[in-house]
């Protein structure tokens, strides 16, 4: 009998909790990461993804699908010295290398990736499929 009173009390007390928890919803925690602004949500990620051991391309990828990328991309601005700001491949054997460099050294594959269907598909940034058409344009005009 007292295993029944039991249970009842329990079912009793979750019912009035999900009552209760629907009428009543928890406030965000002033800690919590809903809370944090676009910068300190990123660099929440970028802690996130260090401790996890994850690459940088989670980072960015995130970022994207959060709709942080335009702070992301202001945090993590990268310059080298001697090289003015330009698009990197972000895919394929030249991955991290300046569009500009591989221009100069390898034409061919400008070339031909330039003719591939698949990279407006393939790539958000169209900037750098301007850049690679211009690229190439040029290659041809000065032949």
Same mark, same amino acid.
């Given at each position: !009998?007292? =295993?029944? =009173? ?11 909790? !999900? ?6 919803? %928890? ?7 809903? =809370?944090?602004?676009?910068?300190? $949500?990123?660099? #929440?990620?970028?802690? %996130? ?11 960015? #990828?995130?970022? %994207? @699908? /959060?709709?942080?990328? @335009? ?7 990268? $310059?080298?010295?001697?090289? @003015? ?8 054997? &030249?991955?991290?290398?300046?569009? /500009? ?6 034409? @061919? ?10 990279? =407006?598909? &393939?790539?958000?940034?169209?900037? !750098?499929?301007? /850049? ?12």
């Amino acid at each position: !009998m007292r =295993a029944i =009173a039991i249970f009842f009390l329990n079912v009793l007390q979750n019912i009035l909790g !999900m009552t209760f928890g629907l009428l009543f919803p %928890r406030k965000t925690k002033r800690n919590s990461y809903k =809370a944090l602004s676009d910068v300190d $949500k990123v660099k #929440y990620l970028e802690k %996130r993804r260090q401790y996890k051991g994850y690459k940088q391309q989670w980072l960015y #990828y995130r970022c %994207r @699908e /959060e709709g942080l990328l @335009e702070t992301y991309n202001k945090l993590f601005e990268t $310059k080298v010295e001697g090289q @003015e700001s330009g698009t990197k491949f972000s895919f394929g054997k &030249y991955r991290g290398e300046f569009v /500009e460099d591989i221009r100069e050294s390898d034409k @061919e594959y400008i070339s031909w990736l330039s003719q591939q269907d698949w990279l =407006a598909d &393939y790539l958000d940034e169209s900037d !750098m499929i301007h /850049e690679l058409l211009n690229l190439e344009e040029e290659n041809q005009n000065q032949t």
